[in-house]
C-alpha cells in the first residue's frame, strides 16, 4: 500500500545523500523538458509528496510497455517503485498470483480510493460481450470500469491502450478498443509507442508526483514534452532529405551513406514522438538511426497506413546545389512539410473525434 511517509523521509531512512537527491532532481527536471531555474521546486516538491498508489492492468498485449519500463534509465524501474510510487498491482512484476493478486489490487482500490492512479496497457475488447480476454474471471471490460471509477487519473501506455493499435486493426476480430472509448469522465493521459519509449513513462509519472496536475497534452491527448514535435524536424538525415538524397533500398550506396529513408516508407514526418531525441536503450539508438524507417507507431491507426514500406507521397527531387536550386528545394520541402502537417492535424482531429479525448493542452488538475 501507499506509505503515509514523504518521499524524502523515505530517501533519508535509506541512507540518500543530500547531493545524489539533489543530482536526480537536476535528472528528473531535464527529462520533463522543464528549465533548470525549476530544480529546487521539483526538489522541495519530491521531499514533501506521500508515495501515491499506482494500479497497473494488463489486456490486450504483448507485455512490451512492462518490458520498457523496466529498461528504463532516467529515473530508474527501481527508484520509480520503490521511491516514487507504489505499485500495487501488476500481473508481471508482482510477487502474488491468483486470489492473493486479486485481493492485492481490491484491498489498494479500498484504501486509495479516490486518490490512486490506474494505468493501463493494452486494448480492450468489446466483441462477444467483452469475453474475448478475461482476468480472474473478469472481462477486460468489467475490470477497466470498476477500476476506472476510483482512480484519480488514467495513463493509457502504449498505442494499444490509448488508440487501439494493432488489436484494432483491420478487420478488428475481437472488436477492439482504446481506454478514451470506454473511460469518459477521468483524466487520460495517452503515451501512445509500440513501445513507447521507456523514459517517457516514467517522466510522466514523475510529472504526476512532482506537481500533482496533468502535463500538458496535444490534441489527441499526448504529452507535449515527449510528443510536441514530429521525428522528422529532429532526424539526423533531415539534410539528406533537404538535398533530395534517398536510399532506393536497404542495401543500396545512399542507405550506407545514411541517406533519408523516406522512399522506403518512413512516417517521420507524420509521427510524433521523441525517438529522435530521447532515443533508446540510454539514449544509445533509435529506428532510424539503426536504418529502418520510422513506422509511426504513435499515431492513431499506425498499422492500416497503407504499407511499413510505402512511401507518404514522392519527396522532392534532386534540384542541385546552386542557389536557385536551393531556393526550389526549400519551397518544395516546405510545400510538402505543410501538407503533410494539414494531413496530420485533420487526422489528429479525426482521432480526437473518435476517441473521444478532451482538449488537455493546458493540462488539468488530477
Not at 545524489?20 to 527529462?31: K, N, S, Y
Not at 551513406?257 to 516508407?265: A, E, M, R
Not at 492500416?304 to 514522392?314: E, K, N
Amino acid at each position: 500500500m501507499a506509505d503515509q511517509i514523504t518521499l524524502g523521509e523515505s530517501l533519508r531512512r535509506r541512507g540518500v545523500s543530500r547531493r545524489d537527491f539533489m543530482q536526480f532532481c537536476a535528472a528528473t527536471t531535464a527529462l520533463l523538458a522543464l528549465p533548470s531555474t525549476l530544480v529546487p521546486r521539483v526538489a522541495a516538491a519530491l521531499e514533501s509528496v506521500r508515495r501515491p498508489s499506482v494500479i497497473w492492468l494488463s489486456f490486450q498485449e504483448c507485455t512490451g510497455c512492462t518490458e520498457s519500463l523496466t529498461r528504463s534509465h532516467a529515473p530508474t524501474v527501481e527508484g520509480l517503485i520503490f521511491d516514487f510510487i507504489s505499485l500495487d498491482y501488476h500481473h508481471t512484476l508482482q510477487a502474488a498470483a491468483g486470489e492473493a493478486a486479486e485481493q492485492a489490487r481490491a484491498e489498494a482500490m479500498q484504501a486509495n480510493q479516490g486518490r490512486y492512479i490506474l494505468i493501463v496497457d493494452g486494448a480492450i475488447p468489446l466483441g462477444e460481450n467483452g469475453n474475448y480476454s478475461a482476468i480472474a474471471g473478469v472481462s477486460n471490460l468489467a475490470m477497466l470500469k470498476e477500476v476506472a471509477a476510483g482512480a484519480a487519473a488514467i495513463v493509457a501506455i502504449g498505442t494499444c491502450a490509448a488508440y487501439g493499435g494493432l488489436p484494432m486493426a483491420a478487420p478488428n476480430p475481437t472488436g477492439a478498443v482504446p481506454v478514451s472509448a470506454i473511460v469518459k469522465d477521468k483524466p487520460i493521459v495517452n503515451i501512445p509507442g509500440c513501445p513507447p519509449i521507456p523514459t517517457v513513462i516514467t517522466g510522466v509519472l514523475a510529472h504526476f508526483l512532482i506537481f500533482g496536475t496533468l502535463p500538458a497534452l496535444d490534441s489527441i491527448g499526448r504529452p507535449l514534452a515527449f510528443y510536441g514535435q514530429n521525428i522528422h524536424d529532429r532526424c539526423y538525415r533531415r539534410p539528406f532529405y533537404e538535398r533530395g538524397q534517398f536510399a532506393e533500398s536497404f542495401d543500396d550506396e545512399g542507405a550506407r551513406q545514411g541517406w533519408c529513408l523516406y522512399k522506403l516508407g518512413c512516417k517521420g514526418p507524420i509521427t510524433y514522438n521523441a525517438c529522435a531525441t530521447t532515443k533508446w536503450n540510454e539514449g544509445t539508438s533509435f529506428p532510424i538511426q539503426s536504418g529502418h524507417g520510422c513506422i509511426g507507431c504513435s499515431e492513431p491507426g499506425f498499422w492500416d497506413f497503407g504499407g511499413f514500406y510505402q512511401a507518404l507521397s514522392a519527396p522532392p527531387g534532386n534540384l542541385g546545389t546552386t542557389v536557385a536550386g536551393a531556393t526550389a528545394i526549400g519551397i518544395a520541402t516546405g510545400a510538402l512539410a505543410a501538407a503533410l502537417n494539414r494531413s496530420n492535424k485533420k487526422a489528429a482531429a479525426k482521432a480526437h473525434e473518435t476517441l473521444g479525448v478532451k482538449d488537455l493542452s493546458k493540462g488539468g488538475e488530477l
